[in-house]
């Protein structure tokens, strides 16, 4: 969903049977999904999408991170 944010679009809901082919993930899906990890490069890259992409001020996320720093539960994620 993150990296569909930067797009307009919208979405159309039709039922199976107006389908003409059958989404094959929808129908195939896996009963067990591995557990992975993102790599840090990875996810530094992924937060900063998303901080590029925050419909927010500098002076607001600003203030969110002072605040982050200031709560003892977030201290524990970073």
Known sequence: ML?????DFTLEYKPGKEMIVADALSRNY???VPKQ??????????IHAVISDLPISQ?????FEEETEKD???QLLS
């Open 3 to 7: 990296r569909l944010r930067k797009y």
């Open 30 to 32: 896996l009963k067990e």
């Open 37 to 46: 990890e993102i790599p840090y490069s990875e996810m530094d890259y992924v």
């Open 59 to 63: 002076e607001r996320l600003n203030q």
């Open 72 to 74: 003892e539960t977030l």
